[in-house]
């Protein structure tokens, strides 16, 4: 299918910002640069209540938002890790994609802010992840919410992080989580796939700097077949929460996403697997550019959960 007209104007648009790579700027301009845009991510839509907390992690306070759908006790949750490439991103750039999911899946929602590569590189991100896991687990009488229907979900680098952190939580015995939502996540590194080739450029997120992305947060060798950094090459994927994996047809990351959702099927681990012809990576988080694109993946998001939820 070709590129829906909403992404190539977006794409376009892009173009004309001629922004540096992130590799030509300070990583101060480079953050203040991929500050959130309403234009592009769109305006958060009403919701019950958002509250602002700070937790505990391993070696920094961490805040966090509780997102709610109504006041009625005992809903299910998912932690919600934001993408970036684990260097860019904060929670105001996923306020409406969090907001519209906690909404139509009628379930809580917790966003975190983990800290950053490349100052704070593997396995801080990650670390601080799972604390955030380990405190709604903890809190979960006090949070109000079913401590039998946890989940994890994020987009991207959000993606690859739920899925380790799904991946340790089965290793530790820490909850046995409900689902894990992956949104074109990056699964490995494997620059040599066919979807890292044949959208290499041209289409927002590029090859090039996903390999600059994966070397600020994994800049150490030993860590690159680590499961924990990148959980395509973990050796056992049997007894994973049910999986619902998303990709984009113009996404170099396309590939990560589909081959991790197989190796889950393989493994026994029930998985739902949509690829979302015409549109490109970042496109659960550009309500304000393909507002109907978003919303329907979000609606199969949340109905997808609730499928596992139900069982």
Known sequence: MALKKEFAQYLETREKMAMPAPWQMTMEEYRFRTLPNVDFI???????????????????????????????PDLPVMLYLHGGGWVIGNMDGFEPT??????????????????????HPFPSPFNDCYAALEWIVKNAGVLKINANKIGVGGDSAGGN???????????????????????????????????????????????????????????????????????????????LAPAIVVTAEFDPLADDGRLYANSLEKAGVVTIFKEYEGAIHGFNALAGVAQEV??????????????????
């Open 161 to 239: 992080l739920a899925a380790a952190v799904a991946l340790k939580a089965r290793d530790t015995g820490l909850v046995d989580l409900a689902f894990q939502m992956l949104v074109y996540p990056c699964t490995g590194h494997d620059s040599d796939l066919p979807t890292a080739k044949s959208n290499a450029e041209g289409f927002g997120l590029t090859s090039k700097v996903m390999r600059w992305f994966e070397s600020q947060y994994a800049p150490n060798e030993s860590d690159l077949n680590n499961p924990y950094a990148f959980p395509a090459y973990s050796k056992d994927l049997t007894n």
């Open 42 to 72: 769109g305006v958060p839509e009403p919701i019950f209540s958002v509250e602002h907390r700070v937790i505990s992690g391993p070696n920094a306070y961490l805040p966090i938002r509780i997102y709610r759908p109504s006041d009625e």
């Open 294 to 311: 978003a919303t329907q993946v979000q609606q199969f998001l949340a109905d997808g959960i609730n499928s596992f939820l139900s069982k």
């Open 98 to 119: 969090v907001r519209s999911l906690s909404n139509k899946g009628n379930f809580v929602v917790v966003q975190v802010q983990y800290q950053k590569a490349p100052e």
